[in-house]
């Protein structure tokens, strides 16, 4: 009898650590370390902050080679190990500014986030993809917080031009986990060669580059046999994510922790298909993610 109920006791006791406050995921989990949060709900993904305090850190261009510097997004603590990365562009004519609001909203979820600023607000998408991969680089090679970064768990993220950049450093780096261009624009249509993960998303007032000359095409050009959605935004223009946006934060967080962090908590968000609403025209994807 009194087996039994120290028996009892130690699982007790076992069940109140893994729900204690403070402990990680990936340890009640250890089947994937990269897990990091609590468990995600609807609240969580579409809040201004998530579960990390951030730091920043300033990166001047005359310290890198490669692209224009830019601005460098960390959860403060240390205590969950190493973070995903992803780094974002800028579209053409703009500055890392425009971008800003995706630094801190996404390191606050758990990734290592560097806005950049290109080498001219001229270079088109194909310099922009390049310029993309040199700062990755120098995140995980040279930068203060590369002791923070997975360098085996990084994406790319950018608007307009910069979208088409991402595409095009998902073409030139397989490796990569994900990709999310943003109203994204370039001349070439056709992207069979990405092996990466891909969300894009666009916008149905976009005049600058319309969903069916870009987004679409890009979307549709894409292997059959990857992981990849299309989020159209309902209401919005090319310029959208350039501000703070609900539904480009959620599905952006959602895309990068299920790939990035290969983490299925995530994929409530993503499967079953988001249904049209007031913020969302279209969504299209393979479902499930993955197989």
């Known amino acids: ?48 902050r998530g579960p990390y305090a951030v730091s920043e850190t300033g990166v001047s261009a005359l310290s890198v080679t490669g692209f224009g510097g830019g601005t460098v997004y960390y959860p403060t603590s240390t205590a969950d190990g190493t973070f995903g990365a992803v780094v974002i562009s800028p579209g053409f004519t703009a500055y890392q500014s425009s971008i800003a609001w995706l630094g801190p909203r ?20 194909d310099s922009r993809g390049r310029q993309l991969l040199a700062a990755l680089d120098h995140l995980t090679q040279r930068s203060p917080v590369r002791n923070r970064i997975d360098a085996n768990r990084l994406a790319v993220m950018g608007h307009s031009m910069g979208g088409g950049g991402a595409l095009e450093a998902a073409k030139s780096r397989p490796s ?13 249509k056709s992207w069979p060669e990405i092996t990466t993960p891909t969300l894009v998303i666009g916008a149905d007032g976009d005049t600058v580059a319309p969903v069916a000359s870009h987004s679409e095409p890009f979307y549709e050009s894409l292997p059959g046999s990857l992981d990849k959605a299309y989020l ?60």
């Open 1 to 48: 009898m009194r087996r039994h109920l120290a028996a009892a006791a130690t699982a007790a006791a076992s069940l109140t650590l893994l729900l204690a406050p403070g402990v990680r995921a990936a340890d009640a989990d250890a089947a994937n370390p990269y897990e990091r949060g609590p468990a995600p709900t609807r609240a969580s993904v579409e809040a201004l």
């Open 106 to 125: 996404l390191a606050s979820q758990g990734f290592v986030v560097f806005t950049i600023d290109t080498l001219t607000t001229l270079d088109q998408p």
């Open 176 to 188: 990569l986990k994900a990709a999310v261009p943003l109203t994204g624009w370039n001349t070439d």
């Open 232 to 291: 159209e935004l309902n209401g919005a223009t090319h310029f959208t994510p350039n501000t703070a946006n609900t539904t480009i934060a959620k599905y952006g967080v959602a895309w990068l922790k299920r790939f990035v962090d290969d983490d299925t908590r995530y994929e409530q968000f993503l499967c079953p298909l988001p249904r049209p609403s007031l913020t969302i025209e279209e969504y299209r994807g393979s479902c499930p993610l993955g197989s």
